[in-house]
């Protein structure tokens, strides 16, 4: 499947053609043939790359995250759940896919999102299975610097080790053009937030226990790279007993798994422009 082109793309590639004084799509004047030598043959067109999905599993190594009832450690199970994830999308074949890590270690948080930046990453999604007194089930989140309620900010304050905004890559244009671009590319992305959140929330609806309210906001670190859609998904709470012994179940991570690689497909199928393509 070839990617289409977003509006983030679409905005910088304008604005930087815009700045420097091209015409878009002009082309650029063609080089003397020399004489004698054969006409130059049709243009191989090369397929896009498919888009990257960058999947975080939380915590490892010396941070082993929440500790279970049963002592069950989140650091583990998250990685199991993403390690599975990656599976079914490698294996859907709509996407290429990274992880932060792929062991037990640790790693910073400002480091797993400059990783998703550096590799160009079309989503992020952060997986954890954190405690909160009396949660139980699924829920996702979205970047917001006011939190939606008392829960996700406690989630946030919890998961916060760095904070890693980032800059953007921007085109050398004037400084103005340049507050243009970083505002609308920071708006797509959030509303590109929101869309994967919702069908996030809607593949996993009929098939696991969700948290009420389950789309929820914080200021989490790892959400804040400012032209990436990425979401944290907590898969469960491990303070729940009953929580920590489904996803002791390898059974139960691959529904967790399966649910959340539709909803990155279900994302890549149609990437929009913003909230309109929600449907």
């Known amino acids: 499947m070839e990617p289409l082109p977003t509006r983030r793309g679409v905005i910088a590639s304008t604005l930087a053609a815009t700045a420097s004084g091209l015409a878009l ?6 080089a003397p043939r020399r004489e004698g030598a054969p006409p130059a043959g049709p243009a191989v067109r090369r397929a896009a790359p498919r888009p990257l999905v960058v999947l975080d599993p939380g915590h490892g190594g010396k941070d082993p995250g929440t500790i279970g009832a049963a002592g069950t450690y989140e650091k583990r199970v998250v990685l199991a759940a993403a390690q599975e994830m ?10 290429r896919v990274l992880m932060t890590r792929t062991r037990d270690v640790f790693v910073p948080l400002a480091s797993r999102v400059e990783f998703a930046r550096r590799n160009g990453a079309a989503l992020f999604v952060s997986v954890h299975a954190d405690s909160a007194p009396g949660a139980r089930g ?11 309620d008392a829960l996700s900010a406690g989630l946030a304050r919890r998961e916060n080790a760095a904070d890693a905004a980032g800059g953007l890559n921007l085109p050398t244009v004037p400084a103005e053009v340049q507050r243009i671009l970083m505002s609308l590319v920071r708006q797509e992305t ?43 998904v907590e898969i469960g709470f491990l303070s729940s007993r009953l929580d920590e012994a489904q996803l002791n179940r390898s059974a139960h991570r691959a529904v967790v798994a399966g649910a959340l690689a539709s909803a990155v497909e279900s994302y890549l199928e149609r990437p929009g422009l913003g909230m309109a393509a929600t449907g």
């Open 86 to 95: 990656r599976r079914r999308l490698e294996a859907g074949g709509r996407c």
């Open 138 to 148: 699924a829920s996702v989140y979205t970047l917001s610097e006011t939190a939606s």
């Open 190 to 232: 959030r509303q590109g937030s929101v869309r994967l959140a919702a069908m996030t929330v809607g593949a996993l609806r009929p098939r696991v226990a969700l948290l009420p309210n389950t789309h929820r906001q914080a200021a989490f670190a790892v959400l804040k790279a400012p032209d990436i859609p990425s979401v944290l």
């Open 25 to 30: 799509g002009a082309p650029a004047d063609a």
